[in-house]
């Protein structure tokens, strides 16, 4: 969860979901994006923390997304955290610098002790309630 990591991820997911602005037609065609679990197969990924990624690269362009967790079964519980987190109005700045405070307690040898598979989310959103 290193800083740069994280920003390469985010970059790459709104580099994928822009649409082009000057084409209302094609804005309108396509008013949700479908994605999964980017590299988290073989290459051994945090699948929940790429779902967050891609959602907040998503919401940050005012694209709906819909999130294909295939085998993991992540889906109730990411459906779950990101309607607590529309309800409390949570911005993305506010649930981006939430994983930020993770990756900088992680390069200083910490971390909350939530922070394993099962948890992540339940443990995400608290913070992200509380900045």
Do not use: H
């Amino acid at each position: 969860m290193k800083m740069n990591c994280l920003l390469r991820e985010m970059n790459k997911a709104a580099a994928g979901f822009q649409l082009p602005s000057g084409n209302p037609a094609i804005v309108a065609a396509f008013p949700t994006i479908a994605t999964g679990n980017w590299g988290c197969g073989v290459f051994g990924g945090f699948v929940e923390l790429k779902a967050v990624l891609q959602w907040l690269a998503a919401s940050e362009n005012s694209i709906s997304l819909r999130y294909f967790p295939f085998d993991e079964d992540f889906g109730p519980r990411l459906a779950l955290f990101t309607d607590a987190l529309v309800t409390k109005k949570i911005s993305t700045g506010q649930l981006f610098r939430a994983i930020a405070g993770i990756s900088t307690s992680l390069d200083k040898g910490s971390g909350p002790k939530w922070l394993k598979k099962g948890q992540f989310l339940e443990g995400l959103q608290g913070l992200a309630l509380l900045s």
